[in-house]
């Protein structure tokens, strides 16, 4: 079956714009998490989701960033009034339950210019 | 903030020789994943050592978990040139939210 994808997979943009990254999970899975990684570091924990609720979001770095899944399948990270320190991979996961492995999509590069 | 380190930071060897990286975290865990990533993108899965189990195995991989020390070794054995990536190690707490350390490169010659 298809994996984890991510859209776009590479975004640039201008400082102040909207931007929106989208991941469709493996089906069936129940868990969804989003992670940003920076160059020469690790992925960072963003926010979780299980099923169509936010579980925990503690890893947003201000409110300029919002992420939801309605329908507890695909999930859409919004990011606004992008700024340069916001470029980054944002990577997202999804895990059958909570306490599975988690499968990784190929990441959305997201510049901010 | 990252939980963990990776040491070393980098490693270079010769096709055939063995790989070793560490990986130290700081708070309780659940299970222990391990994880490669080439050229910066996606992730791929290895392991998972859960917090009772002292050592697994997955064909040339082998993890070790010591929860008293807060430490697991990740250990590659018969290097191939294909193994040449960046392997992190990640802690799990409750729901399995994931907390990688900075990420070892190997670098493995031909």
């Known amino acids: 079956g298809a994996g984890v994808s991510q859209t776009p997979s590479n975004k640039v943009t201008e400082k102040g714009k909207y931007v929106e990254l989208r991941c469709d999970p493996i089906?069936?899975?129940?868990?969804l998490y989003w992670y940003r990684q920076s160059l020469g570091q690790g992925p960072e924990f963003l926010i979780y989701?299980?099923?169509?609720?936010?579980?925990?979001d503690s890893g947003l770095p201000n409110d300029r960033f919002f992420a939801v899944r309605p329908e507890g399948s695909v999930s859409t990270l919004k990011i606004q009034r992008t700024e340069r320190g916001d470029s980054a991979v944002y990577l997202c996961?999804?895990?059958?339950?909570?306490?599975?492995?988690?499968?990784f999509g190929p990441g959305t590069r997201l510049t901010v210019l | 903030s990252q939980q963990g380190e990776e040491d070393p930071q980098a490693l270079s060897i010769q096709e055939g020789e063995n790989a070793t990286m560490n990986c130290s975290y700081k708070?309780?865990?659940?299970?222990l994943q391990w994880y490669r990533q080439n050229s910066g993108r996606g992730l791929v899965h290895l392991i998972l050592?859960?917090?009772?189990?002292r050592e697994k195995h997955s064909g040339r991989l082998r993890v070790t978990l010591d929860t008293s020390k807060k430490s697991s070794s990740l250990l590659i054995t018969a290097s191939r040139a294909a193994d040449t990536a960046s392997y992190f190690c990640?802690?799990?707490?409750?729901?399995?939210?994931?907390?990688f350390g900075a990420g070892t490169r190997l670098a493995v010659h031909p």
């Open positions: 996961a999804s895990s059958l339950r909570q306490n599975n492995e988690q499968f």
């Open positions: 089906s069936g899975h129940t868990a």
């Open positions: 989701f299980q099923g169509t609720g936010a579980a925990d």
């Open positions: 708070t309780s865990i659940n299970n």
């Open positions: 050592i859960r917090s009772n189990e």
């Open positions: 990640a802690t799990s707490g409750g729901y399995n939210k994931l907390i």
